[in-house]
């Protein structure tokens, strides 16, 4: 037998067929290609950051100042509680724990509302905490900043002032996921007397620069935790 | 080409880099003016301030106007903490009485207490205890228990007395509303802490008030 040449019309047929099958893949690549750009990357994608209330609870809007006086036979110990006039530390701590914790981009801060209803003490106490307390929150989890007191000592040999806040982080069941104390120190600006001079300047200012402080060992504390 | 990218190197570098201004105030709510322009209200901070001295006023009704000259480093924030003062109020009028116990190292006794602007007279229901305490000479004025030996932060308000220390010596007094028909009878076992809540606070206030306008602070 011998083999004939393929006619040109048979040539010309399988040519067409290949041309048809690589324009049916171009028009198949040309029309997936949008949709696999639209479609998510295989590596999963960062969970969203949690959305954290945060509740400054302030146990006391005045400085406790404990004075003691050594004596020959006894030494007297008294606590002297002066109020702070006219300052408004709720503000003044919340305004400063909410700018510490805004540079922590793990999760969104958000200031606790009036309509929220927590109980800020009722919250800090292990016992007395139930899931109840926080069915209103809007959050995820609740910070807690307990600021337990500002108290100021003074004898003859140490003049200090100190700052305690503890620092609780809540889910919504009320679990305590950790707790950490944070505390500032510094010296007591001069004598009683001349830190209430001025409008209270001196133990206002000396409260502020405390203020100052607890937060950024707060912002530290809070970094090194999980949230 | 490469004159064109040093160029806008050159320019860059030469840009002024902005600072940033944190303004507080122990009241909240103070209106800020930054070089006359109002910037908001207290707790502020104002970015993209320009670095060198700048002039911040502080306003509020019923406070005296304050005015700061604060330098901003560029880059860095310039930290301004401001105590308002209150504009003068109307004097109390003095003298003021008010019916007292007065508390003993053990015990207490109880009789009149008038406040005046120079000084605090007391003087016991029997007449075996009177003291005067000129304001002038006052160490302290403040609220507490007295000498008691725990170091508690934060006591119950309502159980503190108006603590007084004059020279060598310490003054507590728990103040109270009298029943018109126990006037002049001895009150210290009758009367309850509790009960002495409102006019404590208010002889404190008074006490404190005067005081304080005395006092000078170490930097005058």
Same mark, same amino acid.
């Not at chain 1, 479609?39 to 006391?60: C, F, K, Y």
């Not at chain 1, 707790?179 to 007591?188: D, E, H, P, T």
């Not at chain 2, 005067?132 to 302290?140: D, R, T, W, Y």
């Not at chain 2, 109270?176 to 002049?184: N, R, S, T, V």
């Given at each position: 037998?011998?083999?004939?040449?393929?006619?040109?019309?048979?040539?010309?047929?399988?040519?067409?067929?290949?041309?048809?099958?690589?324009?049916?893949?171009?028009?198949?690549?040309?029309?997936?290609?949008?949709?696999?750009?639209?479609?998510?990357?295989?590596?999963?994608?960062?969970?969203?950051?949690?959305?954290?209330?945060?509740?400054?609870?302030?146990?006391?809007?005045?400085?406790?100042?404990?004075?003691?006086?050594?004596?020959?036979?006894?030494?007297?110990?008294?606590?002297?509680?002066?109020?702070?006039?006219?300052?408004?530390?709720?503000?003044?701590?919340?305004?400063?724990?909410?700018?510490?914790?805004?540079?922590?981009?793990?999760?969104?801060?958000?200031?606790?509302?009036?309509?929220?209803?927590?109980?800020?003490?009722?919250?800090?106490?292990?016992?007395?905490?139930?899931?109840?307390?926080?069915?209103?929150?809007?959050?995820?989890?609740?910070?807690l900043v307990d600021v337990y007191g500002v108290q100021g000592y003074i004898h003859s040999l140490v003049k200090n002032m100190v700052i305690g806040v503890n620092v609780l982080l809540l889910d919504r069941d009320g679990r305590k996921l950790w707790k950490k104390g944070v505390s500032a120190k510094m010296k007591f600006p001069g004598s009683i007397e001349e830190s209430q001079a001025d409008n209270q300047k001196g133990l206002k200012q000396a409260v502020n620069?405390?203020?100052?402080?607890?937060?950024?060992?707060?912002?530290?504390?809070?970094?090194?935790?999980?949230? | 080409?490469?004159?064109?990218?040093?160029?806008?190197?050159?320019?860059?570098?030469?840009?002024?880099?902005?600072?940033?201004?944190?303004?507080?105030?122990?009241?909240?709510?103070?209106?800020?003016?930054?070089?006359?322009?109002?910037?908001?209200?207290?707790?502020?901070?104002?970015?993209?301030?320009?670095?060198?001295?700048?002039?911040?006023?502080?306003?509020?009704?019923?406070?005296?106007?304050?005015?700061?000259?604060?330098?901003?480093?560029?880059?860095?924030?310039?930290?301004?903490?401001?105590?308002?003062? !209150?504009? !003068?109020?109307?004097?109390?009028?003095?003298?003021?009485?008010?019916?007292?116990?007065?508390?003993?190292?053990?015990?207490?006794?109880?009789?009149?207490?008038?406040?005046?602007?120079?000084?605090?007279?007391?003087?016991?229901?029997?007449?075996?205890?009177?003291?005067?305490?000129?304001?002038?000479?006052?160490?302290?004025?403040?609220?507490?228990?007295?000498?008691?030996?725990?170091a508690a932060w934060n006591l119950p308000h309502q159980y503190l007395g108006c603590r007084i220390e004059g020279p060598g010596r310490s003054y507590g007094f728990f103040a109270y509303e009298e029943d018109p028909k126990l006037a002049g009878t001895p009150a210290e076992n009758r009367v309850k802490f509790q009960d002495t809540a409102v006019k404590t606070k208010e002889l404190f206030e008074l006490v404190y008030r005067l005081w304080s306008e005395t006092l000078?602070?170490?930097?005058?």
């Amino acid at each position: 037998m011998v083999s004939r040449p393929p006619s040109v019309s048979a040539r010309t047929g399988r040519t067409g067929k290949m041309l048809r099958r690589l324009s049916g893949w171009l028009l198949l690549a040309a029309v997936s290609l949008p949709v696999l750009a639209q479609q998510p990357s295989a590596t999963p994608a960062a969970p969203a950051a949690p959305q954290i209330t945060v509740l400054v609870n302030l146990r006391s809007k005045d400085v406790t100042i404990t004075d003691i006086k050594f004596r020959a036979f006894y030494n007297k110990i008294e606590n002297k509680v002066i109020p702070l006039t006219d300052y408004d530390l709720q503000a003044a701590v919340q305004d400063e724990v909410m700018l510490a914790l805004a540079e922590d981009k793990r999760a969104q801060w958000r200031l606790a509302t009036d309509e929220e209803k927590l109980d800020g003490v009722a919250l800090a106490d292990d016992k007395q905490r139930t899931s109840a307390m926080l069915a209103s929150v809007k959050g995820d989890r609740v910070l807690l900043v307990d600021v337990y007191g500002v108290q100021g000592y003074i004898h003859s040999l140490v003049k200090n002032m100190v700052i305690g806040v503890n620092v609780l982080l809540l889910d919504r069941d009320g679990r305590k996921l950790w707790k950490k104390g944070v505390s500032a120190k510094m010296k007591f600006p001069g004598s009683i007397e001349e830190s209430q001079a001025d409008n209270q300047k001196g133990l206002k200012q000396a409260v502020n620069t405390l203020i100052e402080k607890a937060c950024e060992n707060l912002k530290a504390k809070v970094r090194e935790q999980k949230i | 080409m490469l004159a064109g990218a040093l160029l806008v190197l050159a320019l860059l570098q030469a840009a002024p880099v902005p600072g940033a201004l944190r303004v507080k105030s122990d009241v909240s709510e103070v209106e800020v003016f930054l070089d006359g322009a109002s910037a908001g209200k207290t707790p502020l901070t104002v970015s993209a301030v320009a670095a060198g001295a700048h002039r911040v006023s502080l306003a509020k009704p019923g406070y005296e106007d304050r005015e700061e000259q604060v330098t901003v480093q560029a880059g860095g924030t310039a930290k301004l903490f401001v105590v308002m003062k !209150p504009l !003068p109020q109307a004097p109390p009028k003095l003298p003021v009485q008010f019916y007292a116990i007065h508390q003993h190292r053990a015990g207490a006794c109880s009789g009149i207490l008038t406040v005046t602007a120079e000084a605090v007279d007391y003087r016991s229901l029997d007449g075996h205890d009177i003291f005067h305490i000129p304001i002038a000479e006052m160490h302290s004025v403040s609220r507490s228990m007295g000498a008691l030996p725990n170091a508690a932060w934060n006591l119950p308000h309502q159980y503190l007395g108006c603590r007084i220390e004059g020279p060598g010596r310490s003054y507590g007094f728990f103040a109270y509303e009298e029943d018109p028909k126990l006037a002049g009878t001895p009150a210290e076992n009758r009367v309850k802490f509790q009960d002495t809540a409102v006019k404590t606070k208010e002889l404190f206030e008074l006490v404190y008030r005067l005081w304080s306008e005395t006092l000078k602070s170490k930097q005058k």
